[in-house]
Nanobody, 126 residues
């Protein structure tokens, strides 16, 4: 499985961006949980959001709840991250990931994911 993330860019605080991540290769993408993580300079990788194979059970990191929405389109092998009300502290490289994860309680653990995209940079200015 190869993951290709896109949609990053520069935006002012309060603005919005939508990230996309397309999976390719021999995939049965509906059997994978899909997630977004982010990493800011000098900081550890942080869980942002994840969604189950059928689009159920989305989960979010505390810092983005109520502002970000994760969704997926299995027919297009794509996961999206709609980011609203962006803040300067959202500035980071955003990575998509895929993994066969049996329970939502494991979504936030990066080690659970088998495949990672290359990252897309989001910069939010004040």
């Amino acid at each position: 499985v190869q993951l290709q993330a896109s949609g990053g860019g520069s935006v002012q605080a309060g603005g919005s961006l939508r990230l996309s991540c397309v999976a390719s290769g021999p995939t049965f993408i509906s059997s994978y949980a899909l997630a977004w993580f982010r990493q800011a300079p000098g900081k550890e990788r942080e869980f942002v959001a994840a969604i189950g194979g059928s689009g159920s059970r989305p989960d979010y990191g505390d810092s983005v709840k109520g502002r970000f929405t994760i969704s997926r389109d299995n027919a297009k092998n794509t996961v999206y991250l709609q980011m609203n009300s962006l803040k300067p502290e959202d500035t980071a490289v955003y990575y998509c990931a895929a993994g066969r994860i049996s329970s939502v309680i494991y979504y936030l653990r990066a080690i659970e994911y088998d495949y990672w995209g290359q990252g897309t940079l989001v910069t939010v200015s004040s």
